[in-house]
Each structure stands twice: as structure tokens, then as C-alpha cells.
Nanobody, 127 residues
Framework: QLQLVESGGGLVQPGGSLRLSCAAS????????IGWFRQAPGKEREGVAC????????NYADSVKGRFTISRDNAENTVYLQMNSLKPEDTAVYYC????????????????????WGQGTQVTVSS
């Protein structure tokens, strides 16, 4: 069964940190662009960060630059999103997704470019 599973979400106070994981079963994440997206209630899904499968650099939404870091562990077939200095406006369901094209140099931040999606993990930033 092909599956992406997000984990690591939870409740955190403003200024705190969380690390989200995107693990894959039945499919590899290596050499594919992986994106992290989020959707808050009443809002559209937005791209947060992405990491290239073809050697290009990561991309970040302006709202998270300097606070979030995306990385991958090919041996573990997992992609991470380290989130620091969290703000209440970061509250959302976070999703990871894989673009089903290998070795694409630049990763995209738009959801329609991605093909395989996880079920999401809730992140709540509140005091």
C-alpha cells in the first residue's frame, strides 16, 4: 500500500518548536520533490516548504523563512519539517506530498504540482 504518513504535530505554546515527520511506506521519497503544506480552518491550502529531488535548493513561504527548515533522510525514507519560533498563525493541519516526477531540479510550492498526499497532522500554537 502506497502511503505517506505525517507525525509530530501537537499543541505548543507561542515561541515553541515542533518537528514534523513525513514517512513513506510502499513508495520512496528519494529523488522526488517533497512539499509541506498547511490548511487552517476557513483558508485555502498553502505551501510552506519544499525540498527538491534533483539537487536544487529548498523553498520556503515568506511567512516561515528563518523559522522552518525542511530536510530529508534518504536512509530513513523520511522528510522532516523543523518548526521553530512558532506563532498562533502557524496553527493548521500540515500535510506532506510527493511530486511523482524524479530528479526535478526545482521544487514547487503549489499543491496541484503534487500527486501523493498524506492525511495530515494537526499543529496548534496557543498559550
Amino acid at each position: 500500500q502506497l502511503q505517506l504518513v505525517e507525525s509530530g504535530g501537537g499543541l505548543v505554546q507561542p515561541g515553541g518548536s515542533l518537528r514534523l515527520s513525513c514517512a513513506a511506506s510502499g513508495l520512496t521519497l528519494n529523488y522526488y520533490s517533497i512539499g509541506w503544506f498547511r490548511q487552517a480552518p476557513g483558508k485555502e491550502r498553502e505551501g510552506v516548504a519544499c525540498i527538491s529531488g534533483g539537487g536544487g535548493g529548498p523553498n520556503y513561504a515568506d511567512s516561515v523563512k528563518g523559522r522552518f527548515t525542511i530536510s530529508r533522510d534518504n536512509a530513513e525514507n523520511t522528510v522532516y519539517l523543523q518548526m521553530n519560533s512558532l506563532k498562533p498563525e502557524d496553527t493548521a493541519v500540515y500535510y506532506c506530498a510527493r511530486r511523482d516526477v524524479r530528479f526535478h531540479y526545482m521544487c514547487a510550492m503549489t499543491s496541484h504540482d503534487y500527486d501523493s498526499w498524506g492525511q495530515g497532522t494537526q499543529v496548534t500554537v496557543s498559550s
